[in-house]
T-cell receptor, first 114, second 116 residues
Framework: AQSVTQPDIHITVSEGASLELRCNYS??????LFWYVQSPGQGLQLLLK??????LVQGIKGFEAEFKRSQSSFNLRKPSVHWSDAAEYFC????????????FGKGTLLTVNP | NAGVTQTPKFRVLKTGQSMTLLCAQD?????MYWYRQDPGMGLRLIHY???????AKGEVPDGYNVSRLKKQNFLLGLESAAPSQTSVYFC???????????????FGPGTRLTVL
């Protein structure tokens, strides 16, 4: 079965430090990939998405992600983390075409130290 | 433009009680979804709908029913609540582009349900 793996359950970084959240997918064909963020007690907000084309995609709030087919990865990065980035981050996969169902990773909780 | 709204925001039920969660969207989206979120599990799809009058089972449909009588509304029902249904429930909607429905989903704020 297709799956999305987020290896890190919890990451702690200092404010101003760089951030990379890992995501690996298991399906062979070109996937459609998303990163969502969930602030405490809130719904999910789309950070960025990859469908095709450039493998480096830019999102909101200064986030970017790089699609690497050879590594089946779609890691999320930010050069300098702000305290307001503390949240849970979900990597999400969709096979595209007529399949509109999303497969969610289990999430990575980000804590930002002052 | 409210986006996706959910009613109620919180609810406490006793085992065996029934209730309905309402999801409404004002974006004219074709597709709507119900998810549950449990700690360490991510979001799991309960049921979804590809259009008015149509529904389908997702990953964890047991114990739930849904209806999509109007395009803008998607109802999730629990006929006989169980403690295992204690969770946070999210509704989402999405649109298609050129017949391809891989676009992002827009989420509501969630409903926190506790079953005692």
């Amino acid at each position: 079965a297709q799956s999305v793996t987020q290896p890190d359950i919890h990451i702690t970084v200092s404010e101003g430090a760089s951030l990379e959240l890992r995501c690996n997918y298991s399906y062979g064909a070109t996937p459609y990939l998303f990163w969502y963020v969930q602030s405490p007690g809130q719904g999910l907000q789309l950070l960025l998405k990859y469908f095709s084309g450039d493998t480096l995609v830019q999102g909101i709030k200064g986030f970017e992600a790089e699609f690497k087919r050879s590594q089946s990865s779609f890691n999320l990065r930010k050069p300098s983390v702000h305290w307001s980035d503390a949240a849970e981050y979900f990597c999400v996969w969709n096979s595209g075409g007529s399949n509109y169902k999303l497969t969610f990773g289990k999430g990575t909780l980000l804590t930002v130290n002052p | 433009n409210a986006g996706v709204t959910q009613t109620p925001k919180f609810r406490v039920l006793k085992t065996g009680q029934s209730m309905t969660l309402l999801c409404a969207q004002d974006m004219n989206h074709e597709y709507m979804y119900w998810y549950r979120q449990d700690p360490g599990m991510g979001l799991r799809l309960i049921h979804y709908s590809v259009g008015e009058g149509t529904t389908a089972k997702g990953e964890v449909p047991d114990g739930y029913n849904v209806s999509r009588l109007k395009k803008q509304n998607f109802l999730l029902g629990l006929e006989s609540a169980a403690p295992s249904q204690t969770s946070v429930y999210f509704c989402a909607s999405s649109y298609s582009s050129s017949g391809v429905a891989y676009n992002e989903q827009f989420f509501g704020p969630g409903t926190r349900l506790t079953v005692l």
